[in-house]
């Protein structure tokens, strides 16, 4: 029996086949990183995309490339790599050139926005994600993107020359030393992969690295909040596909670390999925009780709650801003009372469940316990009850 999720994964499989392998239960669903040989041969006319073809078909078109002397295409927040803007016929001269001053990397490029010539091309596998959208690679040999991760579902198929990953579990967020979530770049780690300086980052000789070299043909699905750093071994043509992750993968540091920034930032009102479902967050908040993670199920209810008051401002025609900035939970729940749009004894439950909501996004790490969330999501229903669904509804 195959482990179920990715913090005990010690190795990389490499099938060489899909026959008899069922790859949404055994590795999509529980978040396992896989090799698939040859795999892009069957998505669509890929296999015949050299250089030479998309120069045929989008040489003249313009395309945003990035720029760097030293061949590591950062994101920042160091040396971020530079941006040009040239034909693409122009990026792949420098990309061939075998001394270029500095190297250009056509890098995830949406294909159906920028290259829709190349769309008939491609023929997205069922496995991946719905409204899976399929980028663009394209670089020069020992361009590198450094270590960071995603918090997206990415299936990554390797189209001409190789590529190496160098792949780390999720589990090892610390030895990332990863910026705080609430920095630009949060994800992306100081640590150059290649070549540690293990004085300035000791923890990450910690870390468990899976390398993976993807020959023409192969795919990587590397699930979301993986570790990746990548080394493009030759002239590289790539293609992959982006969606978004569920519940379950982000039952991971990172992934946590997310909800706690996001709740920060908004209160959640912007996230999609996976914690907000077409139920609102208790759904996500319920899930989260289950596997015993009590401070994250009880931000998701703050979420609820702020979404319900919010919404129940706007219906009573109260501004929900004050001077620019959303005004808070409780100020917005003492006009609500002013207004009488509910009772002072909903009022007192809002005020002391956002007493909780503070202390779930300050103060992670004290202890609670079931009963306590249990009462807290309990409170949230009973205060906010979604409306039944009718007979058959879905
Ligand atoms: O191929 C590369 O250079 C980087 C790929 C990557 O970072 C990604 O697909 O998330």
């Not at 690679?137 to 995603?150: E, I, K, Q, R």
Request: aromatic fraction near 10%.
């Amino acid at each position: 029996m195959k482990e179920r999720t990715c913090f005990n994964q010690t190795s990389v499989d490499r099938l060489a086949s899909l026959d008899g392998v069922d790859l949404m239960e055994e590795y999509i669903i529980p978040g396992r990183a896989v090799v698939i040989l040859g795999e892009v041969l069957k998505w669509g006319n890929l296999s015949q995309w050299r250089p030479a073809y998309l120069d045929d078909k989008i040489g003249s078109k313009y395309v945003d490339v990035a720029v760097s002397q030293s061949r590591v295409f950062r994101y920042g927040p160091r040396e971020a790599a530079s941006s040009a803007r040239m034909t693409f016929r122009e990026a792949l001269q420098k990309i061939q050139a075998a001394h270029p001053e500095e190297a250009v990397y056509v890098m995830q490029q949406p294909i159906a926005a920028q290259f829709p010539e190349l769309e008939s091309d491609i023929q997205p596998p069922d496995y991946a994600g719905a409204n899976a959208a399929a980028h663009l690679w394209f670089g020069g040999a020992n361009n590198v993107t450094p270590l960071h991760f995603d918090a997206l579902c990415n299936l990554f198929g390797q189209v001409f020359g190789r590529k190496r990953f160098l792949i780390y579990s999720p589990k090892h967020l610390e030895e990332m030393y990863p910026l705080p979530v609430d920095a630009p770049f949060s994800h992306v780690s100081p640590v150059n992969a290649e070549n540690p300086d293990f004085l300035a980052h000791p923890r990450f000789e910690e870390a468990q690295c899976h390398e993976v070299v993807l020959a023409p043909g192969d795919v990587l699905f590397l699930p979301p909040f993986w570790w990746h750093c990548v080394r493009s071994l030759d002239v590289s043509i790539s293609v992959n596909f982006w969606w978004p992750p569920s519940l379950q993968h982000c039952l991971v540091p990172a992934g946590l670390r997310l909800l706690h920034g996001s709740y920060a930032l908004d209160r959640l009102q912007t996230a999609g999925v996976p914690f907000r479902g077409p139920d609102g967050f208790m759904g996500a908040a319920q899930e989260m009780m289950a596997r015993g993670l009590y401070w994250p199920a009880i931000l998701l209810a703050g979420a609820e709650v702020e979404s319900a008051v919010r919404d129940m401002a706007r219906l009573s025609g109260i501004d929900d801003h004050a001077d620019g900035s959303p005004k808070t939970l409780s100020f917005l729940n003492r006009d609500l009372l002013a207004a009488k749009a509910y009772d002072s004894a909903i009022a007192d439950w809002i005020l002391s469940l956002d007493f909780w909501f503070a202390t779930a996004c300050q103060e992670p790490d004290l202890p609670i316990g079931l009963d306590e969330t249990r009462l807290i999501l309990d409170a949230v229903a009973k205060l906010f009850p979604r409306p039944a669904k009718a007979e058959g509804e879905i």
